[in-house]
């Protein structure tokens, strides 16, 4: 519950809230005593938001490096799409991706990225 609770405060609202992306530090597993396999279904809490139409969890690795899961409502949002720019991959609706960046230096790269693909 306290990864839950860490995750969904840390939700933030893009694009008129089309898009909403929720992140986990380094070290969030320690200071709340969940597992690796608790972070499972967390970006569902994200997507299930009424306007949302992209929902991310970002997590950034102990060496600093970030995994993305993307999800969607739709297929039409091609989110493999969007995670293969990031050298990543997936299905339609359902994507990851891991990159060698911070999150401080990903976060606009990704917000330009889909930006873009949602015409914003």
Known sequence: MKLLSV???????????????G???????DRTGA????????VDYARNIDV?????LLEVLPD???????RSKTPQAKVNEIAAVFGGG????????NVKMSLED???KLLKIIGDRLGV
């Open 35 to 42: 597992k690796k396999e608790d972070t499972d279904g967390l």
């Open 64 to 70: 600093g490096c970030v995994k993305g899961s993307i």
């Open 52 to 56: 949302v139409e992209i929902a991310l």
């Open 7 to 21: 995750f969904l405060q840390s939700l933030t609202m893009h694009f008129g809230g089309r898009v909403c992306i």
């Open 23 to 29: 992140t986990l530090n380094a070290g969030v597993f």
């Open 106 to 108: 990903f976060y606009p």
């Open 90 to 97: 997936g299905h339609l609706a359902a994507a990851g991706f």
